[in-house]
């Protein structure tokens, strides 16, 4: 039997068997790259190894619970979705296909659709109607670019404070707000398509036929209520909240004097230097985006590298395992 990405996204069978550890390939090959570049800067290297070393167990363990939660927020943007739609599935369930999502995500380098699809499809498995399963991964893409607008925009404004915005850190914002509104005007369109004058050549390509028939029933009054992206919005920065508050406990762990804000700002702009890549997890982006903020805002490099890996560790490895058990339910390629 064909597997399902063979079967939705097409290509080589043989090459598709890969495609699963395709980003797990390249999420190594990054960390290792980072531990050789550390380790040939050798005074940095010894530092970094004695932060680690001396690393406070009680911050660390405070650093791991923070995690947990971040999984049933996101499953939380989800729940209030689905009640929405008047149907009901258990936090737990959907919190535990968050942590699916980031495990599909990481391994399968698709800029975070293979995530969404396997979302989709674990919600019609748990009951829901197609129509109401893309109502409610909309609702995620919307509030999640929603969230990360307003953290980013309090970002530049503190770093604006602190004099520390560099060119460099303009151009990624601009890109990103750029790639942010051209989705949200598609997904805009996608809805009022019948509305728009759309090209004939364009109305019969196969998979633009294909996604506009599956929105036919699909609800813009709930995709696009202001209340429901208020509410998913905050769940959000919550997110965004608790692994902040996770780097700052990893520092904390490894005895170096930071501040919350500083947490914060690192992982935003982080974020969004991770977003506008494709790879699994922004794995690249992301750490080069954190680690040169915080030495930006005043922490050593040694510093900086042993926090991220911690971090990494923690939000994006630790859970691909309870994550792979649970995606074999919607991958019959795993």
Known sequence: MKSYFIKHVGGNPAIAKLRPYSGLIISSIFFLVLIIVAAFHGSEFKKLLLLLQNANIGWMVIAILLQIPTYVFTGAVWHLAVRTADYHLTLKSLSELAVEQLTVNQMIPTGGV????IVVKAMKRLGLPTPIAMEVFFIETLSNYISLSVVTFLSVVILWWYHNITPI???LISIFFVVEVVIVCLIWAAFNHQRLYLPTWIKK??????????MENVSGKRVFSIELLIQA????????FLDALTIFAIMRSLGIESSLIISFVALVIATVAGTITLLPG???GFEAGSIGILNLLGIPLEAAIATIIIFRVLSLWIPLIPGTILAK???NIL
């Open 329 to 331: 339910k919607d991958l």
């Open 282 to 284: 922004g794995v690249g």
């Open 233 to 240: 919005g905050l769940l959000r920065i919550g997110v965004f």
């Open 114 to 117: 293979a995530g969404n699809v």
């Open 205 to 214: 390509r196969t998979l633009i036929a294909r996604m506009l028939s599956a």
């Open 169 to 171: 850190i303009v151009s």
